[in-house]
């Protein structure tokens, strides 16, 4: 085999069209029982605008891909479990229902996505009670398993799955108390604010969080209240809810236990540096989608995935890739970033997103403006650049964003 | 008068200004970053609408549901109506994605279409 992917999402599926489109032969290893990651969950719409200029929802953008891929078969084995990458002898140890398989492929394709951040990451006083979900654990009893977690609901964090969550159980017939953020400013999509919780009537409360959580073996209610701008709780400012669903939508974080030990890590991202061919430090290894650097948009994660696909091809057959040449670096307001690095030998496009909002604002690289917002940017939402002309930029490009007046 | 929105057409949500006159009828948009922006506001302003997703049952399928949606953005007052239909309503396996439930839901002109095939259950 040549090119081996890990994961059946978004960019997994996309690394393995491109791959097979190449010529190469290509497996692609999926833990769950079938392919699509989280697109199988996201009935609602909003995906493919870029890669496939409609709106589609996830299911749809997931069948695209199986019927881009053609013969799944062929390619996917479900049910499979990466245990281990020995990245020295390029050996990937499986565990699956055929037993303990150890792959040797000649390129390796990381599209391992993000996980769930739990709420009791959140250090939250109470006991640890039934009827507290994740957003995407709740999204998925409702959408693939036709079951509501409740009946009364309080969601913890305006990320984009929060907010869609908030919509999908109203929708459903749950009573939706509202929204707490415990920042100043939606996580999410601001369309997402508007289309789910303002066209539903469900109430933001932003710079509030959850002090307390009652009950003892069910959940029985939670003590909101306000922080000020160091994110303290305000004393006096709680407010008891009666609920017996609490929803945690308190970001993603990106899965790469197989292989934190031995690639560059960039600790921001919390994923591996890359370059614009989507490899790894490590030259057999490439890496594309949420387990690089958590993204908004699918159609991003898909065009990453396409170009590990078709790099981690032509290493497979033997090609000599080019080596970086350019390294990028953390500036004034520079948050997730990727790639790290680059050849100078094609056009790429670089993701970032600022460290807070600015409604007009300049990216500089290494003193020189390369690109004007004259509308708002926000942390929430990630940039896209379009990067086509490296010839005047130093080795180490220093790159930041600057409110301008 | 303004009126200040921001444009859910796509992802990036652009902020919109939309200049009225005192009848209510519209002088100019703004902060738009494509024409969807203008159709959007003009929308907004006049007749507000919305793509309706949301979860079909099915019987005698691999799966209990089926997510579905309005082929056509629907009256955002309707919304709740057109939801409490919906609900009631079951599909037999197999289903198709692209295939039709329901034509001209409640009469909105949007047809009701299944966004995820479904395989008859063995």
């Known amino acids: ?5 890990i994961g059946g999402g978004a960019a997994g599926l996309a690394a393995a069209i491109e791959a097979k489109n190449m010529g190469v032969k290509v497996l692609l290893l999926e833990r769950d029982r079938s392919t699509g990651g989280v697109l199988n969950q996201c009935i609602h719409n909003g995906f493919g605008l870029h890669v496939f200029k409609k709106e589609l929802t996830g299911p749809e953008f997931m069948e695209y891909l199986w019927e881009e891929l053609g013969d799944l078969d062929e390619v996917i084995r479900s049910n499979y479990t990466v245990l281990k990458i020995d990245h020295i002898n390029r050996e990937v140890f499986t565990l699956s229902e055929e037993g303990i398989i150890v792959f040797e492929p000649k390129a390796l394709i990381m599209a391992t996505g993000a996980r769930e951040r739990s709420l009791n990451s959140l250090r939250i006083p109470g006991a640890r009670v039934t009827g507290v979900y994740t957003a995407g654990v709740a999204q998925k009893m409702v959408n693939i398993y036709n079951r509501l977690p409740g009946k009364r609901v309080l969601i913890i964090g305006s990320g984009d799955i929060g907010l869609i969550m908030a919509r999908r159980l109203k929708i459903e017939g749950m009573d939706v108390v509202g929204v707490v953020e415990i920042m100043p400013e939606p996580g999410g999509l601001i369309r997402n604010v508007v289309q789910c919780l303002e066209d539903f009537n469900i109430p933001l409360w932003l710079s509030h ?3 307390e959580i009652h009950g003892n073996e069910r959940l029985e209610g939670v003590t909101i209240g306000k922080v000020d701008e160091n994110l303290n709780m305000i004393p006096g400012t709680e407010k008891y809810i009666k609920v017996d669903t609490l929803v945690a939508s308190v970001g993603l974080i990106p899965q790469n236990e197989l292989i934190e030990n031995f690639v560059d890590v960039d600790q921001v991202n919390r994923g591996p540096v890359i370059d614009d061919f989507m490899r790894t430090s490590v030259e057999w290894i490439f890496a594309a989608g949420n387990n690089v650097a958590i993204h908004d948009l699918v159609d991003f994660v898909y065009e990453e995935g396409k170009i590990a696909g078709k790099f981690a091809a032509l290493y497979a057959l033997g090609e000599k890739l080019p080596e970086v040449k350019y390294e990028f670096k953390r500036g004034k307001n520079v948050g997730v970033m990727l790639p790290q690095r680059f050849t100078g030998t094609q056009p790429f496009k670089m993701y970032l997103r600022p460290r807070k909002s600015m409604s007009k604002s300049e990216v500089i690289f290494s003193g020189k403006t390369i690109r004007k917002f004259g509308w708002k940017i926000r942390p929430s939402e990630m940039i896209d650049l379009k990067i086509t002309n490296f010839e005047q930029l130093p080795k180490e490009v220093i790159v930041e964003v600057n409110e301008i007046g | 008068m303004d009126k200040k929105m921001t444009c859910i057409s796509c992802p990036i949500g ?13 002088l100019k948009i703004e902060g738009n970053r494509c024409p969807r922006g203008v159709e959007y506001a003009t929308h907004e302003i006049i007749d507000p609408k919305r793509v309706l997703t949301i979860s079909v049952k099915v019987e005698n399928g691999v799966m209990e549901l089926a997510s579905a949606k309005t082929d ?15 609900k009631k309503l079951k599909i037999e396996a197999p289903i198709k994605r692209g295939d039709v439930i329901v034509e001209d839901i409640l009469g909105t002109g949007a047809n009701l279409v299944v966004t995820r ?6």
């Open chain 1, 1 to 5: 085999m040549d090119v081996l992917v």
């Open chain 2, 117 to 122: 095939t479904v395989k008859k259950r063995n």
């Open chain 2, 72 to 86: 056509k953005p629907v009256p955002k007052n309707r919304l709740n109506e057109i939801i409490d239909f919906i």
């Open chain 2, 14 to 26: 652009c902020e919109l200004t939309v200049q009225l006159d005192e009848n209510g009828k519209i």
């Open chain 1, 209 to 211: 969080t959850v002090f």
